[in-house]
């Protein structure tokens, strides 16, 4: 089973940039898609998006899509989140999370998850 640690949060303004870095121990982290979520307070937590093991599939939910980029370095261990354009309402708890089978939307399910990192944008 994989164990995913997720860094980068922080306190950033409106329009700012942040990036979210997810280390994952294991030697076999290169056979599992990663997924990034959020849970803002007070809100159920939502898909932000997906990278397939290889890289080769990405998947964005809507409210991301254009300002947010998921990519993944297999020989780190790393799946990383790059936000853009930072707006208040991305405040919330990210995660990332892992599985042997990629999915992409808001349905699918993950066997590993991270403990979460928070991001704070200011108006």
């Known amino acids: 089973q994989v164990q995913l640690v997720e860094s980068g949060g922080g306190l950033v303004q409106a329009g700012d940039s942040l990036r979210l870095s997810c280390a994952a121990s294991?030697?076999?982290?290169?056979?599992?898609?990663m997924g990034w979520f959020r849970q803002a307070p007070g809100k159920e937590r939502e898909v932000v998006g997906a990278?397939?093991?290889?890289?080769?599939?990405?998947y964005y939910a809507d409210s991301v899509k254009g300002r947010f980029t998921i990519s993944r370095d297999n020989d780190k261990n790393m799946v990383y989140l790059q936000m853009n354009s930072l707006k208040p309402e991305d405040t919330a708890v990210y995660y990332c999370?892992?599985?042997?089978?990629?999915?992409?939307?808001?349905?699918?399910?993950?066997?590993?998850w991270g403990q979460g990192t928070q991001v704070t944008v200011s108006s």
């Open positions: 999370a892992a599985d042997r089978i990629y999915c992409s939307g808001s349905g699918c399910s993950y066997g590993a």
């Open positions: 990278i397939s093991w290889s890289g080769a599939r990405t």
């Open positions: 294991g030697r076999t982290f290169s056979s599992y898609a």
